[in-house]
């Protein structure tokens, strides 16, 4: 069974950094892009940051901020926040974009999300 399981949540003062991770469990053929996305409380999910290949984009809101690498090898995501600001509070979801079984389509699987809050 296929599963993402994130790490690297937690509380941070303002100006602070966290770094999460993501690991993809399970017996898979291939994952294509990975990303990070959060959810605040009362607003609607959104994309912070995703990595395709040799490409990444991020959210205008943590361009220069955030930066988000791939271990292959490890089937790893990781989410490198700095400069955090109190409007980065959210729960962070790790999302992949996986194909199980080579000649399939890829699906999306998500993580079950880590908690980072930043206080001011």
């Known amino acids: 069974q296929v599963q993402l399981v994130e790490s690297g949540g937690g509380l941070v003062q303002a100006g602070g950094s966290l770094r999460l991770s993501c690991a993809v469990s399970g017996s898979i053929f291939s994952i294509n892009a990975m990303g990070w996305y959060r959810q605040a409380p009362g607003k609607q999910r959104e994309l912070v940051a995703a990595i395709s290949g040799g490409s990444t984009n991020y959210a205008d809101s943590v361009k220069g901020r955030f930066t988000i690498s791939r271990d292959n090898a490890r089937n790893t995501v990781f989410l490198q926040m700095n400069s955090l600001k109190p409007e980065d509070t959210a729960v962070y979801y790790c999302?992949?974009?996986?194909?199980?079984?080579?000649?399939?389509?890829?699906?999306?699987?998500w993580g079950q999300g880590t908690q980072v809050t930043v206080s001011s």
């Open positions: 999302n992949a974009d996986i194909q199980v079984v080579a000649g399939f389509p890829g699906y999306d699987y």
